[in-house]
């Protein structure tokens, strides 16, 4: 109470009164009681609800027509299983798909295994480039019990390298049982010079022994490479390209896992990676391997940290990519991550010490850089693809801009699962009416008076969702603003805190959320540019089940997009207002898109939120009877995007890897 008190009288006017100081405190006072009161209240009406819930469940799954249905409802999953992998209850249209879907696989694995290796000629090639700088790169390999076929593998993959100014540096933990690893390790060395080796007098574990690796570095670049993996002919002249071209001084490529006594060519995971995105990043480890790094990076730190050991590179990761001028991806599959019984590639249980250090990581990450009271969360994803809820600052007020012509039952629907489903409190409704003609809306917009913080603005030109939205937020009073689709019912009560926790953030620009269709397939899941037959825009992950965890569990935690839709979008209103609002000459579609992408120009990251959900109808309050119309409108309105932003596209959606298809929106492989 007593901290109730102070942030209340810090707020008083200082001009008034002892006596009006007083009543304004007490008034301030019961009305954050109130509100306290009101909040609690619902969390008990919910408690309750699953206490009720709850109990049905038990009585049900003990009742003798629960036990006897066993059969049916076994019958029942296996077919709905079923369902979900050929489509369509296995009609000829949904088997097709999958058997397109297994050839696509398959036809793309062949182009990024040892198929993908350069041939004699390009091998000679590569290594008798000249660059515009001498970069040695020093590979640290800390070894442990290492197997003999993993070693040399491992070995060779290094001695192959087309850029041969390397150094291999290893230091030897194992125990006297695999005296063997020193015996491979100094034949090598013995051939080779820029190999060298050095038998520690204990095993130091991961952070150690790397550390100890980092000793005997003398290279320009450092590369961290297990010691149990494969590297591609071709990386070290990749990152060279990259670190000449683009003065990059971080690099990373695309993975993937291969069983662990099989070829590389037995591949199980291609995980194809966004470029540089820190919301990724602080949700899991997508960057991973082979991280390079120019060695200034690392003055005054330490490379891996022994408390973060299970996720020192995660730790290592988050550190250094905060401090490097330019961070690159290498879009092309690079490193071969050896899945055997006892690595992390297998079962991230086999080191379940690595949860607790990836939290420990991203926690230290997140304190350094300024955050406070924030909880980090394991997903149903991964335990190690976090989910991080931030700490909303103080208790802005947030200004709803909805549009709506007619069409009464979704706008009531969205305006009461707002009204009833909200947790936050200080926000204000402003439904921007665009000739209706019916009288049931005008009704219901009178029914609308009670409510203080609902207005009703009109406005009489012809539809264009852009001035429409740019009208309503001139009635803003909010200092943010939320665009809301009347098509859309709230689905997770504290959206509105969900949003705008990013968005009170100084480095972001807008917030999306995650929609869904009345049917539970996903509607929206962030936008990605050039995607669909019109080469302009197109939603990710479209029609994706809402169970669906996504390429990599992507729709498991927050990330950064290119853009979000304009259906349910967050940001603060001075950048709406800075950026001219949206752009009119976009009257119909991808003027939301349009926008975030002024935002990315200002350097701004552009947020989207899968644990703010709603239900998208998409378009239904429109109607279909200028359909034609709109088509056309829609044509010239994407020939007009395509061009504007034609470097942007030509460049590519830096979040959608170049290796999917841009026919499709599942993360489909291209061939």
């Not at 609800?49 to 066993?70: A, H």
């Not at 990386?235 to 993975?255: H, P, S, V």
């Not at 690159?328 to 249980?349: C, E, Q």
């Not at 800075?578 to 002024?598: K, P, Q």
Request: glycine share 6%.
């Amino acid at each position: 109470m007593e901290e109730n008190q102070k942030n209340v009288a810090e707020i008083i006017p200082e001009e008034l009164s002892e006596e009006e100081q007083l009543v304004y405190y007490r008034e301030a006072y019961l009305r954050e009681k109130k509100k306290s009161a009101r909040l609690a209240g619902r969390l008990s009406d919910a408690n309750a609800q699953v206490e009720d819930l709850s109990g049905k469940l038990v009585r049900i799954k003990s009742s003798g027509i629960w036990k006897l249905s066993k059969p049916l409802r076994s019958f029942y999953h296996w077919t709905k299983r079923t369902k979900e992998r050929v489509g369509n209850y296995g009609s000829p249209r949904g088997i097709a798909r999958k058997v397109r879907n297994k050839m696509i696989e398959k036809q793309a694995r062949t182009q990024h295994g040892s198929a993908s290796f350069p041939s004699p000629e390009e091998a000679k090639r590569q290594r008798e480039e000249k660059f515009s700088r001498q970069i040695c790169f020093s590979i640290l390999v800390p070894l442990y019990n290492t197997p003999r076929k993993f070693l040399t593998e491992m070995l060779d993959s290094v001695v192959n390298q087309t850029y041969e100014n390397w150094q291999l540096c290893l230091a030897d933990g194992s125990d006297g049982e695999h005296g063997f690893v020193g015996e491979i390790c100094k034949e090598y060395a013995k051939k080779d010079s820029r190999i060298c080796y050095r038998k520690l007098e204990k095993n130091e574990g991961i952070s150690g022994n790397t550390n100890e690796c980092l000793k005997m570095a003398t290279g320009d670049y450092i590369g961290l490479f297990d010691h149990d993996d494969v590297l591609h002919p071709s990386a070290l002249y990749e990152y060279m390209k990259k670190i000449c071209d683009e003065g990059a001084d971080y690099i990373y490529c695309d993975e993937t896992t291969f069983k662990g006594n099989k070829t590389i060519d037995d591949m199980l995971t291609l995980h194809f990676k966004p470029d540089f995105a820190i919301d990724n990043l602080r949700a899991n480890n997508y960057i991973c391997h082979f991280s390079v790094f120019d060695k200034r990076l690392l003055e005054g730190m330490e490379l891996f940290r022994s408390q973060f050991d299970g996720s020192q590179d995660h730790d290592m990761i988050l550190r250094l990519t905060s401090r490097a001028k330019h961070v690159a991806h290498v879009p092309k599959l690079l490193y071969y991550w050896r899945s055997h019984k006892a690595s992390v590639a297998a079962d991230i249980n086999a080191k379940s010490y690595a949860i607790e250090a990836a939290r420990g990581a991203v926690a230290d990450h997140l304190t350094v850089n300024g955050f406070e009271n924030f909880e980090i969360v394991s997903t149903k994803a991964f335990e190690t693809i976090f989910r991080v809820k931030y700490e909303v600052q103080g208790n802005p007020k947030l200004s709803i801009v909805i549009p709506n012509k007619d069409h009464v039952e979704d706008l009531s629907r969205c305006v009461e699962s707002i009204l009833k489903e909200s947790t936050y409190d200080n926000y204000e409704i402003i439904i921007v009416e665009n000739n209706s003609v019916t009288t049931e809306i005008e009704e219901y917009y009178k029914s609308l008076g009670k409510y203080a913080n609902i207005r009703v603005v009109r406005y009489e030109g012809v539809f264009n969702y852009s001035k429409i939205n740019n009208y309503g937020v001139s009635f803003a009073d909010g200092e943010y603003l939320v665009l809301l689709n009347n098509d859309t019912q709230v689905i997770s009560i504290n959206w509105m805190e969900e949003l705008l926790m990013y968005a009170q953030r100084s480095d972001v620009g807008a917030v999306g959320a995650k929609l869904y269709y009345g049917d539970k397939t996903i509607q929206h899941a962030g936008i990605v540019i050039g995607l669909g037959a019109h080469r302009t825009a197109g939603h990710t992950h479209y029609r994706v089940a809402q169970t669906n965890l996504g390429y990599m569990g992507r729709l498991c935690y927050a990330q950064n997009v290119t853009a979000v839709t304009g259906a349910c979008l967050m940001m603060r209103r001075a950048l709406y207002e800075e950026l001219g609002g949206l752009d009119e000459s976009f009257a119909i579609a991808l003027n939301d898109v349009d926008f975030c992408l002024r935002l990315r120009e200002r350097g701004l990251l552009n947020v989207w939120n899968p644990y703010c959900e709603l239900y998208h109808f998409e378009s239904i309050s429109r109607g279909l009877d200028d359909a034609g119309e709109k088509a056309r409108r829609y044509d010239e309105e994407s020939a007009r995007f395509r061009e504007k932003w034609k470097e942007a596209l030509a460049k590519g959606d830096p979040y959608y890897n170049p290796n999917f298809s841009l026919d499709r929106s599942d993360y489909a492989l291209k061939v």
